[in-house]
């Protein structure tokens, strides 16, 4: 009947077809109230009327909840213009995660701890000519840590800026620690008279050195040389 509603079982297939053959939507009710819909189009809706999307949930607060049979539960939320991806919001399974994939295989995952894991390494960037910016907290004065291997290589106070390059609590603006090796700064100058300057603390005693042979050291004052230690050791003042 191309006219009107069809409900038609097929007993080789056991295909249950349901369809309404005017360009109009199906509806799904229970206590005399319109609960799902399916448009002219094929999209459903779930609360909604005017249906916008393949899936459409629309209500106060949508959720869509994923139950897995072997326990628990994860939901999507929206509300408030905030959307809120839960895993296990029942906790119910212990080292839950949220895992994002890409080309078939877990790119990052965000784990129970609140930690952000890029699973295989990775890069974060900022599109275009924008800045990145590394915020620690929006209250306080917490300090932000770079690790490897699951130790802390570089620190940087909250309360103060100080950096800690090998050192946990820096008391200056930049601190260099090593324990089994010496501790080096050292400023490079690249390209043409390519040199640098190290500034060493090795078995009890500091050094500052030039990677150039036959450079002088200058050593100024208000942008005005004070003193120079010439190649050869010798001193002028």
Known sequence: ?????????????????????????????????????????????????NVGAPLDIGTSNPKLRLTDSDGGYSEVRGNGGVITLTADAGNTVANSAIAFETDGSEAMRINSSG??????????????????????????TPDIYLQSGGSTKVKIEGSNGNVGIGDSDPSQSLNIARASADA??????????????????????????????????????ANIEAMRIDSSGNVGI
């Open 1 to 49: 009947n191309s006219q009107g509603f069809n409900l038609t079982i097929n007993n080789t297939t056991d295909v249950v077809d349901l369809t309404n053959y005017y360009n109009a939507a199906m509806t799904f009710g229970t206590s005399n109230t319109e609960r799902m819909r399916i448009d002219s189009s094929g999209n459903v809706g779930i609360g909604v009327t």
């Open 115 to 140: 930690n952000m894991i890029m699973t295989t390494g990775g890069t974060i960037r900022a599109g275009g000519a924008n800045d990145l910016i590394l915020d620690a907290g929006e209250s306080g």
């Open 184 to 221: 080096t700064f050292r400023m490079d100058r690249t390209g043409t008279g390519a040199s640098a300057l190290l500034f060493t603390c090795a078995n009890g005693e500091t050094s500052i050195s030039s990677t150039k042979g036959g450079q002088d050291l200058l050593l100024k004052t």
